[in-house]
């Protein structure tokens, strides 16, 4: 069974495509990086693999964790239940800024209990224990009480990692988590993501407007451009020319560790990785 499984999927927005036959497969455990220039399609692609958007009529499909998650056009019946097991991270808005840290945390659980349970927020003690236990791993304990509008970008982040956690999501999809946070709180973030599917086996798809960060913390790198896959392999055989051509111009920017060399393949992250890489990023 893999985590995923996408096949010729394709979707238009009008008469623009914005994924022109996809077929993807990753398999569990694995920790995945997808990049592409913007409007690549990579948002497209992440929405349609948590069952948020269904592709076009007559083609493609998507399981997740062995389950129809879509098949031609059309969302699988029952998503819900399987949609408990997807923890979507999004770049902004993930906390309801009104509840405090604790209850946005907590309302992870609403996929197991009881809708006027959780509707009430009627949460048990072993279900707080368990979001004060997923908020420790992630460094923010201490802000359990605080409201979620009062936090940073970086705390944000790491609070909806520690939603996934007591959702007890077994995929977890980020779209762009660190696009609009400083080096320090995106580096804390993605060592949250790499922790998680290390130490929990949590399959991890991430996309990343920045390149470094995706060699630092994937084996596996996934490109898109104008909707198609355009590589898909081990991080390490990226090399500069073909960023250049990924991004055009602009990728001078995207490669901010230098890390892609212009033709050797990148070194990072090595056969020790992730501990190595992590390490080096905390560094
Ligand atoms: N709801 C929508 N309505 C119309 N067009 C859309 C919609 N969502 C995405 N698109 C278009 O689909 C294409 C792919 O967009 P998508 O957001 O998936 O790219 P992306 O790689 O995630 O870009 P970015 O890095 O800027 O977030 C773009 O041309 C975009 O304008």
Redesign the pocket.
Known sequence: MQAIEISSLA?S??A?P??AGVSLTVAPGEMVALI????????????HVAGLLAGDRATGSVQVLGRPVQHGGRLARGLRALRCEIGVIF?QFNLVGRLSLLTNVLLGTLGRVPVWRGSLGLFSDAEKLEAMAALQRVGMAGYAGQRASTLSGGQQQRAAIARCLVQRARLVLA??PI?SLDPASAKRVMEMLAEINREDGITVVV?L?QVDYAIRYCRRVVA?RD?KVVYDGPTTALTRAFLHELYGTSSEELLLSGAVDETEPATAPDESYPEAAVARAAG
């Open positions: 979707k927005f009008g623009q914005a994924l592409g220039a913007s409007g690549s399609g990579k948002s497209t692609l992440i929405r770049q779209d762009e696009a996309s407007h898109l909707g």
